[in-house]
């Protein structure tokens, strides 16, 4: 009887983190987001705490899968995923909001600590080849911030300034970031 209620709750997360994640990236998955971000949002008008979001995008992802195939597109995926928890805190919270584009929602971060973060992942990610069958292969992200500063009414107007800002960080040459 104790061993099928263990199983049965092991099961339960199973299929917990089944529905919250994305499963190529283990990062969090945007349906998930909405409802983390709805809480931390509703936490920062409350407390009048800092509130910052990036959105990334992988430079050329389109150029990556058309010359070395979606298989390697997908570690691209995961070296940029990796890159972003190594360099996130605990309490910051990493999605692949879909296709080659991430959010990292950054509570209690102020928009000079997002770029500080956003520069240090760009930086790094820019810096550190992938490896593929003696291949060296190097990607580049445009990245996007937003934050509370910027006075925005709901999370979806968080993440749409930043989703702006990283399509001038696009526009404006890619590999950079725009606040």
Do not use: W
Not at 97 to 120: D, M, W
Not at 163 to 168: A, N, Q, R, S, V
């Amino acid at each position: 009887m104790k061993e099928r209620n263990i199983a049965q709750k092991n099961k339960i997360i199973q299929l917990h983190e089944e529905a919250v994640r994305d499963p190529l990236t283990g990062l969090f998955n945007r349906r998930y987001m909405n409802l983390l971000a709805e809480i931390e949002f509703k936490k920062t008008k409350r407390y009048s705490h800092p509130l910052s979001v990036l959105m990334i995008d992988i430079d050329h992802f389109k150029n990556i899968n058309d010359k070395y195939g979606h298989k390697l597109g997908d570690l691209v995926l995961k070296h940029v995923a990796h890159e972003i928890k190594n360099h996130i805190r605990s309490s910051d919270i990493p999605i692949r909001y879909g296709g080659e584009e991430f959010v990292i929602i950054l509570p209690n971060t102020t928009k000079e600590s997002a770029f500080i973060l956003a520069e240090r992942i760009r930086n790094h990610i820019a810096a550190t080849p992938i490896f593929v069958d003696g291949m060296e292969i190097r990607c580049t992200v445009s990245i996007g911030a937003s934050s509370m500063e910027d006075c925005p009414e709901t999370f979806e107007e968080l993440v749409n300034n930043s989703d702006k800002k990283m399509y001038l960080a696009k526009q404006s040459g890619r590999n950079r970031t725009i606040i």
